[in-house]
């Protein structure tokens, strides 16, 4: 592990951390609005020389997988406690397409849970098997008892779908920096929420 350099920072203990700050570094980058991160920007960024991201990422893509594996798990852990005990289909669905729309217009690194494998570019297809992975994902999460609501696989695979365009098209849509958290509720709660409280029975 190299020693030297960190940006004036303490060196990493061992080769996990040093990991780490490598990916925390291009995930700042890209946060920044960098646009095509690569391991020059994040070695210059970090005051290390590009042998010394080599040593952890051999090349860009791995380096950009690695962080698209860490904004998942970051991301996902924000959601679930955000929306822990959250146990009504509307409120949850609600809270989780406002949230999901907040995190990834403040943290652009977020995007890479819907990127391209291969590319590691943003996708435009919002319903790309990596988009609607994550979906699933999210809405397995929640602490609702789907079936109990009456919810069957198909239903769940078009809330997914639903969600996502919303998102999409909410990210796509300046006007709605106007709305402030609580307007933007009010809305998914107009819009959305009451066509998933109608789907859903009380169990």
């Not at 070695?43 to 962080?67: C, E, H, I, M, N």
């Not at 695979?157 to 639903?162: A, C, H, R, T």
């Amino acid at each position: 592990m190299r020693t030297h350099g960190w940006a004036g920072a303490t060196p990493p203990t061992d080769d996990d951390e040093a990991s780490k700050r490598i990916v925390v570094a291009a995930g700042e980058l890209m946060d920044a609005g960098a646009g095509g991160v690569n391991i020059r920007q994040v070695a210059q960024r970090l005051g290390v020389a590009r042998q010394t991201v080599y040593r952890y990422f051999p090349d860009t893509k791995a380096l950009l997988s690695a962080t698209a594996q860490h904004a998942t798990d970051e991301f996902l852990a924000d959601l679930a406690r955000s929306l822990q005990g959250l146990t009504d289909p509307a409120d949850a669905i609600v809270e989780a397409i406002a949230l999901t729309f907040e995190r990834l217009r403040q943290h652009r690194r977020f995007g890479l849970l819907f990127a391209e494998a291969e590319h590691g570019r943003f996708t435009a297809e919002v319903t790309s098997p990596q988009a609607i992975a994550m979906g699933r994902v999210i809405v397995e999460h929640l602490d609702v008892d789907w079936a109990a609501h009456g919810w069957v696989e198909d239903d769940m695979d078009e809330l997914v779908e639903v969600m996502l365009r919303f998102v999409q098209s909410l990210l796509v849509d300046q006007r709605e920096l106007t709305r402030t958290p609580v307007e933007l509720r009010e809305f998914l709660h107009r819009w959305i929420g009451v066509a998933i409280a109608a789907k859903s029975i009380n169990p």
